[in-house]
């Protein structure tokens, strides 16, 4: 299993970026993909989730500006992050799990300064 992020990058407040997982060696269609972030220094967070039936659930830091979807096709799942602050200065993971194994991409970093 392979989980390959990408989409970060260097931005100013008030900016957005858009940060994309490519899945392979799973039945794409059939698992929860997940977004984490962990800042330097802080316990990794969990961003935001969607389901195979995509159902979305979010951070309550990140309501309202992320948006997590899903390509099945191309089997990837996207974060849209706009109004982006300081804070959410982090490196971001994608993650699955499957029959109890957990699944987790090298991670990207997003660096949100002026």
């Known amino acids: 299993v392979q989980l390959q992020a990408s989409g970060g990058g260097l931005v100013q407040p008030g900016g957005s970026l858009r940060l994309s997982c490519k899945a392979s060696?799973?039945?794409?269609?059939?698992?929860?993909m997940r977004w984490y972030r962990q800042a330097p220094g802080k316990q990794r967070e969990l961003v935001a989730v969607i389901t195979s039936g995509e159902t979305t659930n979010y951070a309550d830091s990140v309501k309202g500006r992320f948006t997590i979807s899903r390509d099945n096709i191309r089997r990837t799942v996207f974060l849209q992050m706009n109004s982006l602050q300081p804070e959410d200065t982090a490196v971001y993971h994608c993650?699955?799990?499957?029959?109890?194994?957990?699944?987790w991409g090298r991670g990207t970093l997003v660096t949100v300064s002026s």
């Open positions: 993650h699955t799990d499957r029959q109890g194994i957990d699944y």
């Open positions: 060696g799973i039945v794409f269609t059939i698992n929860t």
